[in-house]
């Protein structure tokens, strides 16, 4: 039987301390010459060995691609849960190279000598079953709770969950009983065993027993690697015929050489295993041999109906992420929006953007299967994730270039954050406004607007952008700027997600020193005044000066306090001070912290990890004018109505309403200010806002609206505006593929997602 894995091959290494570095060695002497996998023994009990989770911590830190596991772990000396963590660890110091393998125990007089308890052969296995569940538990990070498992020999009472291994660490067991065969069959993701502990016939056997076990589990037996140890005697160039025949006929995927010689492990890697890579691969060529799947049978039954998996194009399916993969559980969701898409494309390459698209259209994302696109999935809106449909993610398209440093002129990817931007841009002196929050994706805010801490004085981030490199839907790439596509270049800028798919922007950065970053707290509690004298402060204030203001949820017997955070685009002490005076008078401060610090200090600001949103973000937004008494009052009777948790004011102003009305598609350069509020309950907010803010409003900003009822397109646009976007998205997008972002061709009675 062979089971159509690749060919891999490792080595088994004695874990002596005689000579402390010498295994260490080994290790490395193995990475080099080839070996896909280093193991080790686990034996404790053995005083001249090394202690084996620390000799492979060591490894792990001296060599950079071959793989580690032991061989196998003595599970009655290894308690599960802290097995668990000490292989999630590894795996994510050393990249995703550590493997499993487990074993029930032997040597039980020296196990009971470590204060271990000798187990039967049938206790064995379930002591092992118990094991396996425990680890994996801790490793599933994805389910909320603790672990609990009420083993007779492992438990787990409420244990908290991770870390999250670097890759799906496999766990592969040493087992030749048949009670640990089917254990085999039903847990196990390889079987370890070792040739010399076998009889001829031994292999089909055991290969039988784990493959009818893993059929009533209702798994595909391909989905359990065979590994094989083998002694030295295997670095031979006459075994090579033992090797292909126990590959063809026995399924063996991962033959492990038993050698701490390092003549036989360079030859065996220079002459058996390239011979013996070679011979199975042209007798799997004659025979029509399937490659083993790529996942699991539990896996498999987690895709989405809608979509066709083996239509998936080459230059994307190595990478792909679906329900079933180890990496969904981190991509599946959003900065605020909980997701479950069929199919995350992570295209490297513009030509696998269009390959991505091109998968798209065949699925039906014209009219019937979700389509988002996503930068880095921080987006307000939480479109860049959906429910049984298809995301293309655009991460890795993350370079940050310098193409003219005369003109301050870089070429960015649509998949970097501006976090990073701001790190590379800091070294040159340079900066870009990009927003509050280093975790946002370039490509999404870079086609919306860009309402950031430097925008009074420099402009939205859209105003620096000199063209940007736009995959359309029948996949063409283009580039459009103010001498070529230009009406694309304008649809992009305001309109981007109804267009195509940006993949990179050349925009010019300005020059940018030290700034001053103040973080203020105001007793709100005269609401109205404070916002009123707010809004006459900001824009009072010099174009250096963007202020941004924040009022979360009332707290009951407290003051409402108001939080602001003030950029000031100046080095000075005293410039900062005096720019920040007039603020400090706005209302009484039960608060302050005032630093000189880079831009970058500023908006390098995100923590990392995956995003881990939940349900549906309820957010409302408006742009507006002057606060006036008017909009003081209805901005804090909105406050007084509770409907919301987060509440924020962004000044606008200076220099983005230097920048013409209908130069992009954002046109609401009149506006003073970007006001936001989230809020837990749809109904409520909407209710309150609707009522209270909208009727002062010029308009909003899409990227932090999610109300889906009819009439936000319109508050999005001016008239002339859609008109005009409308007639561009007929040219470039005639099918409608990218209709999942506020689609400006449905009309008025449904103008949003569906």
């Given at each position: 039987m062979?089971?159509?894995?690749?060919i891999?091959?490792?080595?088994?290494?004695?874990?002596?301390?005689?000579?402390?570095?010498?295994?260490v060695?080994?290790?490395?002497?193995?990475?080099?010459?080839?070996?896909?996998?280093?193991?080790?023994q686990?034996?404790?009990y053995?005083?001249?060995?090394?202690d084996?989770?620390?000799?492979m911590?060591?490894?792990?830190?001296?060599?950079s691609s071959?793989?580690?596991?032991?061989?196998?772990?003595n599970?009655?000396?290894r308690q599960?849960?802290?097995l668990a963590r000490s292989a999630?660890?590894?795996d994510?110091?050393s990249g995703?190279?550590v493997?499993?393998?487990?074993g029930?125990?032997?040597?039980?007089?020296?196990?009971?000598?470590m204060?271990?308890?000798k187990l039967?052969?049938?206790?064995?296995?379930?002591?092992?079953?118990e094991?396996?569940?425990?680890?994996?538990?801790?490793?599933?990070?994805?389910?909320?709770?603790?672990?609990?498992?009420?083993?007779?020999?492992?438990?787990?009472?409420g244990?908290?969950?991770g870390?999250?291994?670097?890759?799906?660490?496999?766990?592969h067991?040493g087992a030749?009983?048949p009670?640990?065969?089917?254990?085999?069959g039903?847990?196990?993701?390889?079987w370890?065993?070792?040739?010399?502990y076998?009889?001829?016939?031994?292999l089909a056997?055991?290969?039988?027993?784990?493959?009818?076990?893993?059929?009533?589990a209702?798994r595909?037996?391909?989905?359990?690697?065979r590994?094989?140890?083998v002694?030295?005697?295997m670095?031979?160039?006459?075994?090579?015929?033992?090797?292909?025949e126990?590959a063809?006929?026995?399924?063996?995927?991962?033959?492990i050489?038993?050698?701490?010689?390092?003549s036989?492990?360079q030859?065996f890697?220079?002459e058996?295993?390239?011979?013996?890579?070679?011979?199975v691969?042209?007798e799997?060529?004659?025979?029509?041999?399937?490659?083993a799947p790529?996942?699991?049978?539990?896996?498999?039954?987690?895709?989405?109906?809608?979509?066709?998996?083996?239509?998936?194009?080459?230059?994307?399916?190595?990478t792909?992420?679906?329900?079933g993969?180890?990496?969904?559980?981190e991509?599946?969701?959003?900065?605020?929006?909980?997701?479950?898409?069929?199919?995350?494309?992570?295209?490297?390459?513009?030509?696998?953007v269009?390959d991505?698209?091109?998968?798209?259209?065949?699925?039906g994302?014209?009219?019937?299967?979700p389509?988002?696109?996503?930068?880095?999935?921080?987006?307000?809106?939480?479109?860049?994730?959906n429910?049984?449909g298809?995301?293309?993610?655009?991460g890795?398209l993350d370079?940050?270039?310098?193409?003219?440093?005369e003109?301050?002129?870089v070429?960015?990817?649509?998949?970097?954050?501006?976090?990073?931007?701001a790190?590379?841009?800091d070294?040159?002196g340079?900066?870009?406004?990009?927003?509050?929050?280093?975790?946002?994706g370039?490509?999404?805010?870079?086609?919306?607007?860009?309402?950031?801490f430097l925008?009074?004085?420099?402009g939205?981030?859209?105003d620096?952008?000199?063209?940007?490199?736009?995959?359309?839907?029948?996949g063409?790439?283009?580039?459009?700027s103010?001498?070529e596509?230009?009406?694309?270049?304008?649809?992009?800028?305001?309109?981007?997600?109804?267009?195509?798919?940006?993949?990179?922007f050349?925009?010019?950065?300005?020059p940018?020193?030290?700034?001053?970053?103040a973080?203020?707290?105001?007793d709100?509690?005269?609401?109205?005044?404070?916002l009123?004298?707010?809004?006459?402060?900001?824009?009072?204030?010099?174009r250096?000066?963007?202020?941004?203001?924040?009022?979360?949820g009332?707290?009951?017997g407290?003051?409402?306090v108001?939080?602001?955070?003030?950029?000031?685009?100046?080095s000075?002490?005293?410039?900062i001070?005096?720019?920040?005076?007039?603020?400090?008078m706005?209302?009484?401060?039960v608060?302050?912290?005032?630093?000189?610090?880079r831009?970058?200090?500023?908006?390098?600001?995100?923590p990392?990890?995956?995003?881990?949103g939940?349900?549906?973000p309820?957010?409302r937004?408006?742009?507006?004018?002057?606060i006036t008494?008017?909009v003081?009052?209805a901005l804090?009777?909105?406050l007084?109505?509770?409907?919301?948790?987060?509440?924020?004011?962004?000044?606008?102003?200076?220099?983005?309403?230097?920048?013409?009305?209908?130069?992009?598609a954002?046109a609401?350069?009149?506006?003073?200010?970007?006001?936001?509020a989230?809020?837990?309950?749809?109904?409520?907010?909407d209710?309150?806002?609707?009522?209270?803010?909208?009727?002062?409003?010029?308009?909003?900003?899409?990227?932090?609206?999610t109300?889906?009822?009819p009439?936000?397109?319109?508050?999005?646009?001016p008239?002339?505006?859609?008109a005009?976007?409308?007639?561009l998205k007929?040219?470039?997008?005639?099918?409608?593929?990218?209709r999942d972002?506020?689609?400006?061709?449905?009309p008025?009675?449904?103008?949003v997602v569906?």
């Amino acid at each position: 039987m062979d089971y159509g894995h690749d060919i891999e091959f490792g080595v088994f290494i004695t874990p002596t301390n005689q000579q402390p570095q010498q295994p260490v060695q080994l290790a490395q002497l193995a990475e080099s010459v080839g070996f896909d996998l280093a193991t080790f023994q686990d034996h404790p009990y053995q005083p001249a060995f090394h202690d084996t989770w620390t000799l492979m911590s060591w490894v792990a830190a001296q060599t950079s691609s071959i793989r580690l596991s032991p061989n196998v772990a003595n599970v009655p000396l290894r308690q599960p849960a802290v097995l668990a963590r000490s292989a999630a660890s590894l795996d994510l110091l050393s990249g995703g190279r550590v493997e499993l393998g487990l074993g029930a125990g032997g040597f039980w007089d020296a196990i009971e000598a470590m204060g271990g308890t000798k187990l039967t052969p049938g206790q064995g296995v379930d002591a092992l079953r118990e094991a396996i569940t425990i680890i994996r538990e801790l490793w599933n990070t994805s389910e909320r709770g603790g672990v609990r498992v009420d083993g007779q020999h492992h438990r787990a009472t409420g244990a908290k969950r991770g870390p999250r291994p670097a890759h799906p660490i496999p766990i592969h067991i040493g087992a030749y009983k048949p009670r640990m065969l089917r254990l085999t069959g039903q847990l196990g993701d390889g079987w370890l065993p070792s040739l010399g502990y076998m009889q001829p016939g031994d292999l089909a056997k055991g290969n039988a027993a784990i493959d009818e076990a893993a059929t009533r589990a209702g798994r595909d037996p391909r989905e359990i690697r065979r590994l094989l140890n083998v002694g030295a005697d295997m670095a031979d160039a006459a075994q090579v015929g033992q090797l292909v025949e126990m590959a063809l006929d026995d399924g063996i995927g991962t033959f492990i050489v038993a050698t701490d010689d390092p003549s036989a492990m360079q030859r065996f890697m220079a002459e058996v295993a390239p011979a013996v890579r070679e011979q199975v691969a042209a007798e799997r060529a004659a025979r029509g041999t399937e490659v083993a799947p790529r996942l699991g049978a539990a896996a498999i039954a987690l895709r989405a109906e809608a979509l066709d998996y083996a239509a998936i194009p080459a230059s994307l399916a190595a990478t792909a992420v679906e329900p079933g993969s180890w990496s969904y559980p981190e991509r599946q969701h959003t900065y605020l929006r909980g997701g479950a898409p069929g199919l995350i494309l992570r295209p490297t390459s513009p030509a696998q953007v269009a390959d991505a698209l091109d998968y798209a259209r065949s699925q039906g994302a014209a009219d019937r299967v979700p389509l988002s696109i996503r930068s880095a999935g921080h987006g307000i809106s939480g479109r860049s994730t959906n429910d049984g449909g298809i995301v293309i993610d655009l991460g890795e398209l993350d370079r940050i270039d310098i193409v003219d440093a005369e003109r301050r002129l870089v070429r960015i990817g649509a998949g970097a954050t501006w976090g990073a931007v701001a790190r590379v841009l800091d070294e040159h002196g340079w900066a870009i406004s990009s927003g509050d929050y280093g975790g946002v994706g370039v490509g999404g805010l870079a086609t919306a607007g860009g309402v950031g801490f430097l925008g009074r004085e420099h402009g939205l981030t859209i105003d620096h952008i000199e063209s940007i490199e736009v995959v359309l839907a029948d996949g063409d790439l283009v580039r459009a700027s103010r001498d070529e596509h230009e009406e694309l270049f304008w649809g992009m800028r305001g309109a981007g997600g109804n267009l195509g798919v940006a993949v990179a922007f050349e925009m010019i950065a300005q020059p940018i020193g030290e700034v001053g970053f103040a973080q203020l707290a105001f007793d709100a509690s005269e609401t109205v005044d404070f916002l009123e004298r707010w809004g006459a402060t900001t824009e009072a204030s010099a174009r250096a000066v963007t202020p941004f203001l924040l009022l979360g949820g009332d707290q009951p017997g407290r003051p409402r306090v108001a939080q602001a955070m003030i950029a000031v685009d100046a080095s000075e002490p005293e410039e900062i001070v005096d720019h920040l005076q007039p603020f400090a008078m706005v209302g009484p401060l039960v608060g302050q912290q005032v630093v000189r610090t880079r831009y970058a200090g500023v908006i390098d600001n995100a923590p990392g990890g995956a995003h881990q949103g939940r349900g549906e973000p309820t957010t409302r937004s408006a742009l507006i004018g002057s606060i006036t008494p008017e909009v003081a009052r209805a901005l804090a009777r909105f406050l007084d109505a509770g409907a919301h948790s987060f509440f924020q004011i962004r000044a606008m102003g200076g220099a983005i309403g230097d920048v013409a009305s209908d130069a992009t598609a954002f046109a609401h350069r009149d506006a003073q200010f970007s006001v936001i509020a989230f809020g837990g309950n749809r109904t409520r907010l909407d209710a309150a806002w609707d009522t209270l803010v909208a009727p002062h409003a010029s308009g909003l900003y899409l990227s932090f609206e999610t109300d889906q009822r009819p009439g936000r397109l319109e508050d999005a646009f001016p008239p002339a505006t859609l008109a005009r976007l409308r007639a561009l998205k007929a040219e470039v997008d005639p099918e409608n593929l990218f209709r999942d972002n506020f689609n400006v061709v449905v009309p008025a009675a449904a103008s949003v997602v569906e």
